[in-house]
């Protein structure tokens, strides 16, 4: 089993719609729940960071984390054709400078004017 | 800042060749890393160095040769081309220094990547 398990997609949605994009995972000492945004031809670019279990919102952007069952989401509201990309789940053990991140395979997103 | 610059964006290579994918970064980042890119299988790690003169192997690391003899450069070394070896290569940095707790989880700064292609 992968430490870290994503649906590849792709998903294609109309603009406005609410995305809703997740990951689970196995390693039930992962603390920290990151999500990386990479557009086509790009590298990666950290999105938002949540702790432990809960949920944190930037602007339309919700991360959400049930560490019961290991299930991570990425919300979207609101969405635009500027969201189209890919959206990789990367969780942590620590914040610390030396941890290595394991990431999922990302989700291929299209928002659809 | 230029931030994490890679070179060359492209590159084509015949089985059996070598080559040096090129990373800098001018952030004064401690940690740096290579990842590969495939369909289906995520970014995986290659090797990464927590400082000059300090390297590791990651979950990918046969076939490449890293070394760090200065904070800003970290190449990627690939000793006898393959196809296995095909892929899209990034290139990412890190502020934070090993033991110490970072200001951002997770953060890495990626580079724009060198798709390779072995034929």
């Known amino acids: 089993q992968k430490e870290v398990e994503q649906d590849p997609g792709p998903l294609s949605v109309p603009e406005g719609a609410i995305v809703s994009l997740n990951c689970t995972y196995s390693?039930?000492?992962?603390?920290?729940f990151m999500w990386y945004r990479q557009y086509s031809r790009k590298g990666p670019e950290l999105l938002m960071y949540t702790y432990s279990s809960g949920n944190k919102e930037d602007g339309r952007f919700t991360a959400q984390v049930d560490k019961s069952s290991k299930y991570i989401s990425l919300f979207i509201r609101d969405s635009q054709p500027s969201d189209s990309a890919t959206y990789l789940c990367?969780?942590?053990?620590?914040?610390?400078?030396?941890?290595?991140?394991?990431f999922g395979t990302g989700t291929r997103l299209t928002i659809i004017p | 800042n230029a931030g994490v610059t890679q070179t060359p964006k492209f590159q084509v290579l015949k089985t059996g060749q070598s080559m040096t994918l090129q990373c800098a970064q001018d952030m004064n980042h401690e940690y740096m890393s290579w990842y590969r890119q495939d369909p289906g299988m995520g970014l995986r790690l290659i090797h990464y160095?927590?400082?000059?003169?300090?390297?590791d192997q990651g979950e990918v690391p046969n076939g490449y040769n890293v070394s760090r003899s200065t904070t800003e450069d970290f190449p990627l070394r690939l000793l006898s081309a393959a196809p296995s070896q095909t892929s899209v290569y990034f290139c990412?940095?890190?502020?934070?220094?090993?033991?110490?707790?970072?200001?951002?989880?997770?953060?890495?700064?990626f580079g724009p990547g060198t798709r390779l292609t072995v034929t």
């Open positions: 160095s927590v400082g000059a003169g300090i390297t």
């Open positions: 990412a940095s890190s502020y934070s220094r090993v033991g110490e707790v970072s200001r951002i989880p997770g953060e890495q700064y």
């Open positions: 390693n039930s000492a992962f603390q920290y």
């Open positions: 990367a969780p942590a053990h620590s914040n610390f400078g030396n941890e290595k991140l394991t």
